[in-house]
């Protein structure tokens, strides 16, 4: 019998003191190889089989982070004298689902004819269960290849079906809950897949939540005005709503981890992009984007933010870069350079230092910039519809590879943020033109990951130098 009535699977509890992970339940006669670890105070772990009663204590397989590495293993729950070694998060993460009581999909959740996803064949699947649907919980729970398993009744094409659900992914991204009076709860604000924009800088952490967490769960810092790519949630922890995403942090790596929506005071964290002035874009719904800036479908060599260290060597009116500040885009010398919008030629020339040929277009939004093309096509003053050439693409300039860098400035902007003025463009470009690096490539929800800075870099065109700005030649 527990200690605590509260200590059900699935639920996240938390270490009081340093407490042993043990390979089996139990203390007496075991070998010196028997302890995996020894889990610091105030970690998180997840409650995934048990209780077993052994050696006078009551024991419970976990799942959690150590040195970096998930380890599953056994702890006990209190001593034998009764002092509590863990103690439930309580928190909204950890709801109560009930046998014969209603569950709402937190997301697609698959309906197996039996518990369990390892190795199993694909006549196991019954269904695939879309989000907000009730579901009658009437089974469970049990803990198979380290998940929580409900067997609960769920409509299939108008008919009754009976099977298993997990209670969560193996990311812990929640995909059932109770349901509330019977209702159905609101659509969550994002859908994994969205493109979000920060709007301050936010911490990416290991695990939803905030309070009492090791230094370590700390993953990375995103900078205001990044792209972030939604992969899972929403998760509630610590009265936060929660998101799981991959972006570029302030060190150039590409992280993938949690992040909270808003803080206490409401203030937002993440959002949807901010359309631009006087257009309704970008708007996924209506499939209304700027335009590509290049024909046909391309790999993204370096994205918005990356390699920090190579770019801070470069200052726009004086700012160090904080990293690169636009997007390149890898393709054959003489390919066609499209404008996104209808616009004028504001500015144009050759930089032999840096961004090679090069065009500026002026859009009632804002204005794109074009670097590193063969030739300049179109001439100052001249007026381009959307998806107009204005030139092929080339590798002139610095250029260490054939790319497009392409960046926008969305007004108002200043020289001095860190950007030179200059927006990320990923949010405003039809996800369809372009093709993103393998840390990025992710479908669906996937592991806590992060890609160093030398990795990205490892698979991309290195990066371009620049001329150096000066009161006489400023930098476009």
Known sequence: ????????????????????????????????????????????????DGPRRLDDLTWWEVETDADGRSLTGWMAEATAAGLPLLEIVRDLSSPTIQINGDAI??????????????????????????????????????????????????QVQNAPRRGWMAERDPNGVMLLLPASGGSTPPAPEFQPGDILTTRASVRVRRSPGHLNQPVDDT???????????????????????????????????????????????????????????????PNPSQNRYLGAPHRGRHLISQLFGQNPGFYGQYTYDGVPLRGHNGVDFAMPIGTDLLAVDSGRVSQLGFDANGYGHYVVLQHSWGESLYAHMAQVGVGVGQIVAPGGVIGPSGNSGSSTGPHLHFAIRIPPYSRGDGWGGFSDPLPYLNPNIYILPSALRQDGTRNIEIRSAEALLAESIPPSPLSAETPENPRP
């Open 219 to 281: 993953l990375g810092i995103f900078w205001p005005n990044m792209t972030l790519f939604v992969r899972g949630g929403p998760q509630v922890a610590d009265t936060l709503t929660w998101w799981f995403v991959t972006g570029i942090t302030t060190g150039g790596s590409a992280v993938t981890g949690w992040v909270a929506q808003r803080v206490e005071t409401g203030a937002v964290l993440i959002s949807l992009p901010p359309a631009l002035p006087g257009a309704p874009i």
């Open 105 to 154: 999909t937190q997301a697609t959740v698959r309906l197996r004819q039996s518990p369990g996803y390892v190795n199993k064949p694909p006549t196991d699947i019954i269904a695939d269960i879309p989000p907000n649907m009730q579901i009658r919980v009437v089974g469970g729970p049990q803990a198979i290849d380290g998940l929580i398993w409900w067997q609960v009744e769920a």
């Open 1 to 48: 019998m527990t200690l605590d009535s509260n200590f059900t699977l699935g639920r996240l509890a938390r270490t009081t003191t340093a407490v042993n992970l043990r390979r089996t339940p139990g203390v007496r006669n075991k070998p010196a190889g028997d302890v995996l670890a020894t889990i610091p105070t105030g970690s998180r772990v997840r409650l995934i």
